[in-house]
């Protein structure tokens, strides 16, 4: 059957060629006659096995154009994986399950429905619970069977894809909907499968490989097996993703990076369009037992290769006033895509950091997207012609500027550039919209763009005035874009907002380098009683006896509260508010939260935090930091080389999470 399979898709691309030479070429490169007996053999393999491809001879089908694309919901949900860049989050997987390293083709997702053998339906993931169908493209595609010898319901997905050197090809000649030339065979083949006319995607030498079974094949001895079942899809002529397993339960990194190469190497040789490498766990019913989050699946992860720097060129530097005075640069450049978004700015963090690059309008940059979220600007590729860039005024009040120059914990000193107005517009807005956040007082549904305008209105001077808004119900009603609807929600948040806690009030105050982490340490040692903290701000009460609170931190909080403002704001608010007791805080944080009262270790050398920082991270979850795996410990986080720790946690059954995983539901327990 493999044999002849393999005939069938040769026979298919060498008459194709012939048809090309004939009837666009005017060249025959063959008799008459030999290319109907290659013909007859085609139609001979296809009857004997059942396999017809979608661009065969054989099928006289035509071209029918749509109107729109219908939209198709996923039973099951066609989700991605979680991304990493560190190869020992991948080792990490061995110790689970069985893995296999698969390519992480660059194209659109498609799933495939087949019913009695016959193709039923094609769609794209969409947002992986609805998707866009596609069925009348796939005759368009270069090797889709349309028919199969499985009479069963089987339900597939892959990757739709067009090869590196067909992009090379056809990159030049066609053009997005926008009037542009295509960035990449991702966006082209994008652009290609949901193109409403299958004559246009002929022309595209659209590929589609497969990855995984949705359904079908489940009777099968071997049906757990992910690679058993994609190895079925072969002699149904279907080709499938190229993936290594390596043998043994714990694979060096070494061995692993290895493996990763070698299907780096075989992506290129075979001009395929990859844009990683995927890791995930052989047996189906382990993948489903790991369970999803909403975005997606926990069987597996996506390494993505190094960060890829874009040249580009810095067209101008924004500055922006913070809730703080520091006055922030933001840099603006000619857009360029990565990872399939538009990027046209990223931060340039402080003054300090324009002059290490030298970076002035009008120099060549390199730009990266670090952690594939955050757009960074790299390199500067025409130093050497710095100036001062420094704003003399402040882009919102006009007030003359200054330099802050602070040494940081490692010795540097760092400049940040300041506006000296504590009445700027700016900040005031600023602290405005810190105060209302979730992770402050937690007042939804009050934007920016309201904030700005109750402000201009004289209906906000204070944090106050926001629980007394109702006094200006009819004024606020008269305005554009608010009636009773809108108003009424709007008064029903403020209104829930006044029930809170001592962690939300004091994050709400915006003391210097007081979030919810150190809101919540404060909040244990002060066993939520907010006079007993003031008591302690007010007076001599040493910070620094807590652990990761250092000399500035303890400044901060004494000077804010040596403010006659800031100690009426403190004092004055807390009338608005019911506070709930540390108890009920905690009762509804333990209902969220899987780390509350929980003893949690880390090991090995991760990639976000130190290990001060991790475990302080832990206590603001209202977690134990553990230093020793025993039976009392509930998780162990992973990072790079975990060592005898790991081994004892997975001997007393003790639940493993990597890092990404730890972050992931912290942040949840944070929300």
């Known amino acids: 059957m493999k044999e002849k399979i393999s005939q069938i898709k040769d026979l298919v691309s060498e008459l194709n060629e012939h048809r090309h030479a004939y009837y666009n070429l005017n060249a025959p490169s063959i008799t008459d006659k030999e290319y109907d007996q290659m013909f007859d053999t085609l139609k001979k393999l296809e009857t004997e096995t059942g396999v017809v491809l979608s661009n065969s001879p054989t099928q006289n089908v035509g071209y029918y154009p749509v109107s729109s694309l219908k939209k198709v919901q996923h039973p099951i949900p066609l989700l991605s994986l979680d991304k990493t860049k560190q190869v020992a989050e991948l080792c990490s997987l061995y110790k689970r399950n069985f893995v296999l390293l698969m390519l992480k083709l660059d194209g659109l997702t498609t799933k495939l429905v087949y019913e009695d053998g016959k193709l039923l339906q094609a769609s794209t993931r969409g947002d992986g619970e609805t998707g866009e169908d596609i069925t009348h493209n796939i005759p368009a595609y270069r090797n889709v069977p349309l028919t199969i010898p499985y009479k069963d319901r089987l339900v597939i997905t892959g990757e739709s894809y067009i090869h590196t050197h067909d992009f090379e090809r056809l990159k030049d000649t066609l053009r997005d909907s926008n009037g542009k030339p295509y960035k990449n065979a991702r966006n082209l083949a994008a652009g290609s499968v949901r ?12 590929y589609f490989t497969a990855f995984n079974v949705l359904e079908g094949m489940e009777d099968d001895p071997y049906s757990d097996s992910r690679q058993m079942r994609l190895s079925l899809l072969k002699p149904l002529g279907f080709d499938t993703c190229p993936y290594i397993t390596i043998e043994g339960p714990a694979p060096s990194e070494e061995l692993v990076t290895t493996a990763i190469n070698s299907l780096q190497a075989e992506a ?24 999803r989050t909403g975005h997606h699946y926990k069987d597996g992860l996506a390494y993505k290769f190094e960060d ?41 963090h402080n003054l300090t950091f324009i002059k290490n690059l030298e970076l002035v309008p009008g120099c060549r940059i390199l730009v990266s997207k670090r952690n594939m979220i955050i757009p960074h600007i790299e390199e500067n590729l025409d130093r050497g012609q710095y100036t001062d860039i420094v704003p003399p005024n402040c882009p919102c009040c006009g007030s003359k500027t200054w330099i802050n120059r602070r040494k940081t914990s490692d010795g540097r000193v760092v400049e940040t550039v300041h506006c000296g107005n504590s009445a700027c517009e700016s900040q005031i807005l600023r602290k405005f919209e810190h105060f209302v956040c979730k992770k402050a007082m937690n007042i939804e549904g009050i934007s920016a763009a309201i904030l700005e305008r109750f402000l201009d209105l004289g209906y906000l001077k204070t944090f106050q005035d926001i629980y007394h808004l109702d006094q200006f119900r009819e004024e606020i009603l008269s305005l554009e874009g608010f009636g009773e609807k809108s108003f009424s929600r709007l008064w029903d948040a403020v209104t829930k907002s006044r029930d809170t806690d001592f962690v939300h009030y004091l994050v709400a105050m915006d003391i210097p380098m007081i979030g919810r982490t150190k809101s919540r340490i404060l909040n244990t040692v002060f066993s939520g009683d907010l006079d007993a903290f003031e008591a302690a701000a007010t007076g001599n009460y040493d910070f620094t ?56 270790v880390a090991t090995g ?23 020793s795996v025993t039976k009392k410990t509930d998780f162990l986080i992973c990072g790079e080389k975990a060592g005898s720790k790991l081994t004892k946690a997975q001997s007393l059954g003790i639940r493993i999470l990597s890092e990404s995983e730890f972050l992931e539901m912290s942040e949840k327990a944070s929300a």
């Open 195 to 206: 193109n409403l006319n299958p004559a246009e995607c002929a022309k595209r030498c659209v």
């Open 268 to 291: 290129s040789k075979r001009q395929i369009p990859i844009d990683g490498i995927v890791a995930i766990f052989d047996s189906l019913s382990y993948s489903k037992s790991c369970g």
């Open 308 to 348: 890829e720097q874009y040249e580009t060129i810095l067209r101008k530097i924004e500055w922006t006033p913070t809730r703080f005075g520091e006055i922030a640069p933001v840099g603006i450049f000619d857009t360029i895509e990565i990872d399939g978004c538009d990027v046209s700015r990223a931060s340039l």
């Open 545 to 600: 006896s807590l652990e990761d609170f250092g000399d500035i931190l303890n400044h901060n909080i004494h000077a804010w509260f040596s403010d006659e403002d800031n100690l009426r704001l403190w004092r004055e608010l807390q009338k608005e508010m019911n506070f709930k007791s540390m108890e009920e805080s905690t009762m509804a944080n333990v209902k969220e939260n899987p780390f509350m009262n929980k003893t949690i």
């Open 605 to 627: 050398k991760l990639e976000h935090f130190t290990r001060n920082e991790i475990n302080n991270r832990i206590i603001s979850l209202g977690g134990n930091p553990g230093s």
